[in-house]
């Protein structure tokens, strides 16, 4: 959820009842937008770069995309008789 505070957007997201997690969010890129599947809002913030969010779950950010995009590109090249670069 967006709220302010001490001044500056923020994000904060719910992960427990007695535990969440917040940022803050430098520009509202995309502002909460119903797909009619979800609510999606794509986020700008100074530590995490671009941020998806999905029904007020993070989903990634541009800063640690590379760990979901690493294992999936390793699964299937390892899993390939003879990959290679086109």
């Known amino acids: ?5 001490n001044g500056k957007q923020w994000f904060f997201e719910e992960l427990y009842p007695d535990h ?3 940022f803050e969010v430098s520009e509202l890129l995309v502002p909460e937008y119903d797909t009619g599947f979800q609510k999606l809002m794509v986020l700008n913030t100074p530590r995490f770069g671009k941020v998806l969010v999905l029904d007020n779950i993070v989903q990634f950010a541009e800063f640690d995309e590379y760990f979901y995009h690493e294992s999936i590109a390793h699964t299937a090249l390892f899993s390939h008789e003879n990959p290679r670069c086109i």
């Open 1 to 5: 959820m967006l709220t302010e505070h």
């Open 20 to 22: 969440g997690f917040g």
